[in-house]
């Protein structure tokens, strides 16, 4: 369940588990996620990716609620396609969570995203990691990213560094993925300058691959709350049962 990665029990602070070990180089706070994505709305490309999520064109409560109740009676084919824009570039992912309908919130489709992810095998968890753009990387500069990547991007700039700035994180990138066989993934919503992704990327060089793979994974499910925020609106994490 999404509780293992997003574990509000824990007090002010949690860890993703995977299979019952605790990655303690993975924390975050709980305001990482009850805030996420709040500063991506007010950057034109988010704007616009929100409003787009919308079937109806409208970015209201009213139209979040209508998609909730559209994923929930569409057919797994258009259900699918409603859920995709939340994930990155991994349709079959939204096809399989889709299975776990209905849901009576934004937290229960995030709830069966996350599950699907921490109950997929190794090879697709590495195939989801492997479908992310690197940050400024070569998607970026061909304009293949999604319009969901390319507002998160923006927003911190890196569709405008300079040149030795670029360089830098070039190299960075290079290097991370040299290690680990992946590109580096980061909710950028969680960071406020390209120093602090500097700082993530240097110390999570030094996890080791499988640490390191579910650092990676939390990341993805922290992209995934903050797009369902812009959508959405903010969120509260359920408590279990």
Partial sequence: MARDFLDIAQGSRHQLKRHGHPFL?????????VMAGNADLAHPAAMS???????????????ATDLLSEINAASPQVASRLVAPFIENAP????RAIGRRPFSSVDALLDALASTIQTADIGDQLR??????????????????????????????????SP????????????????????YIVALHRHGAL?????????????????????????VIAVTRGRL?????????????
């Avoid at 079959?92 to 096809?95: C, I, K, R, S, V």
């Avoid at 700035?165 to 066989?181: E, K, M, Q, S, V």
């Avoid at 602090?196 to 691959?209: S, V």
């Avoid at 925020?229 to 049962?241: K, M, Q, S, V, W």
């Fill in 25 to 33: 180089k993975c924390e975050w706070s709980i305001a990482d996620f």
């Fill in 49 to 63: 990716t929100r409003t787009a999520a919308s079937p109806s064109g409208r970015s209201s409560a009213g139209a």
């Fill in 92 to 95: 079959w992912l939204a096809e």
């Fill in 128 to 161: 989801l990691l492997g479908g992310h753009p690197e940050l400024a990387g070569a998607e970026a500069r061909a304009g293949r990213m999604t319009a969901e990547s390319t507002g998160e991007q923006g927003r911190l700039g890196l569709d405008r560094l």
């Fill in 164 to 183: 030795g700035d670029l360089a830098r994180l070039d190299t960075a990138n290079r290097a991370y993925r040299a290690r680990f066989g992946f590109p």
């Fill in 195 to 219: 120093s602090d992704i500097f700082r993530d990327l240097d110390a999570r060089m030094g996890n080791d691959p499988d640490t390191e793979r579910a650092c990676a994974l939390n990341e």
């Fill in 229 to 241: 925020i812009r959508h959405f609106g903010p969120f509260p994490i359920l408590p279990t049962a």
